[in-house]
């Protein structure tokens, strides 16, 4: 179905922005309550429409990313983003059926005859907050879990890339009606409204701070909140890998969008002897990979100018601190973009802001341990983050990492990938988020649960009604105490 207004909304001041989101807001609230249990086959539609307008529209998302990052590879918009999406849909859309359909529980003899099922529900309208760095995947991986569910969906994109947010909005409004998706811009007021607005859930990504404000204002309406945080995720080398097996894994992951990737490496555990190969090995396997930083359209700018002077007032504040910085290359970046090569920082203690917060860039510290207990204890006593990555071939240590450390997710042997396995849920844990998307457990999170208990004619609880010195009652009563 095509959008029947002919509004175009992406410019708007601040009055009109705000007028519009709310004016959205109830639209979708009167048509969810005119549609409270969506079929199948209309949700089948819905995510069939999604496809299509993905396909359809994939290079001017990729165009759109590009100007909004200044420069943005294609190639990781593609992988990272479109196909990740596309291949979220074909997943959903061979397993809704059984997903939907309520499920039998069991019982008690106590309580018969009676039966007792769980139907899923749709909630009702969902609110979806979008960051800068993934803007089509982390608007639309939520939103397929939304319209499975039956939801009515508004995402708010971020200020950061309106190109990409005009283009997304465009392209839905091709497919969907606004009371049944909508597009939402604007700067940080426009997010404040949209988080304080009583949606029946709200999931929100980006930085720790942020979702501190968001839970806040949803907490004023009870509304349930699903926050993607991000956070330090640490990546431990064991002594037994060689580095020529892994480098370049960690390399790519992170190197991927600059290292703009919530779940990306943030800093590098590994035994003290093999601190200087690593170095080496890293800026080799980078230039091989990278042969340059400026125009190279396989690596993609820091977003702007602002997140830029922030990377190198970090390296500024950890090199004054006493720390060593070797960036991989010393090209000159000439090339009108905000492109940044990596840098390997060495010598670091916990009293530099590198250490401190989620550095979301291509900076990497290097922290040598001594005992593999020390690494494990260094990562126990900070933060749980969104994604801890393990690089060992020994089976015991695997089993011993994955029960004694705590994160949203975990890697073996690789980094990053975790996050595109369309089985596996994706969420964080204390700082670093709260709930799941992703696979079935997106469906139940867009979904209420609801138990249903079903009696027959026949009243088999008479028995057990007052007065409870009846011989009946208490003989049941020392039945159940059994």
């Not at 971020?158 to 839905?172: D, K, N, Q, R």
């Not at 993607?228 to 990546?235: D, F, V």
């Not at 550095?359 to 260094?378: E, K, Q, R, S, W």
């Not at 457990?441 to 057990?464: D, H, Y």
Request: glycine residues 6%; neutral net charge.
């Amino acid at each position: 179905m095509t959008a029947s207004s002919t509004e175009t909304p992406w410019n708007l001041d601040a009055d009109a922005a705000l007028a519009r989101l709310n004016r959205l807001f109830k639209a979708q609230q009167q048509a969810f309550a005119g549609e409270p249990m969506p079929p199948l086959a209309s949700r089948r539609q819905h995510l069939q429409t999604l496809k299509a307008l993905l396909l359809e529209h994939r290079d001017r998302i990729a165009q759109a990313i590009n100007v909004d990052f200044t420069a943005r590879s294609t190639a990781e918009t593609l992988l990272a983003e479109i196909i990740p999406c596309i291949e979220q849909v074909d997943y959903v859309l061979k397993r809704l059926s059984r997903w939907m359909r309520p499920s039998r529980r069991h019982v008690s003899l106590q309580f018969q005859p009676a039966r007792a099922r769980v139907v899923y529900q749709p909630l009702g309208v969902v609110g979806i907050m979008v960051p800068f760095n993934y803007p089509l995947n982390l608007a639309v991986e939520p939103l397929i879990a939304a319209l499975a569910a039956g939801n009515r969906v508004m995402i708010k994109m971020s200020e950061f890339t309106p190109h990409i947010a005009a283009v997304l909005g465009e392209m839905l409004r091709q497919g969907f009606d606004e009371d049944r998706v909508a597009v939402v811009t604007g700067e940080a007021d426009i997010a404040q409204a949209f988080s304080a607005l009583p949606f029946d859930h709200l999931l929100f990504t980006g930085s720790i701070p942020v979702g501190r404000h968001v839970m806040r204002a949803a907490a004023n309406n009870l509304t349930p909140v699903t926050l993607e945080l991000g956070g330090k995720s640490p990546a431990i080398i064991a002594d037994d890998i060689p580095l020529d097996d892994i480098i370049d894994r960690i390399v790519f992951a992170k190197s991927l969008n600059a290292g703009q990737t919530c779940v990306a490496p943030d800093y590098v555990l590994l035994p003290r002897a093999k601190v200087g190969p690593f170095l080496e090995a890293y800026k080799t396997t980078f230039r091989r990979l990278y042969p340059t930083v400026s125009r190279n359209p396989d690596y993609t700018s820091i977003v702007n100018q602002r997140n830029y002077q922030r990377l190198q007032d970090w390296l500024r504040d950890a090199e004054e601190q006493g720390a060593h910085i070797e960036p991989v290359s010393d090209e000159v970046i000439d090339d009108g973009t905000w492109r940044m090569a990596p840098h390997l920082v060495t010598n670091v203690t916990d009293t530099m802001t590198i250490m401190q917060e989620e550095l979301f860039g291509p900076i990497l510290p290097v922290i040598p341990y001594d005992a593999l207990d020390d690494a494990l204890d260094f990562v126990s006593h900070r933060p749980r983050p969104l994604a801890l990555y393990l690089f060992t071939y020994d089976r015991a240590l695997q089993e011993r990492v994955m029960t004694r450390t705590h994160a949203g997710s975990m890697a073996i042997n690789e980094a990053v990938l975790q996050v595109g396995i369309d089985d596996l849920p994706f969420g964080g844990i204390g700082p670093s988020g709260m709930g799941h998307y992703h696979a079935h457990e997106g469906f139940l999170t867009m979904s209420k649960a609801k138990p249903v208990l079903i009696k027959s004619r026949l009243n088999g609880m008479r028995f057990i009604y007052p007065p409870y010195s009846r011989a009946i009652p208490q003989w049941l009563l020392r039945w159940l105490l059994r």
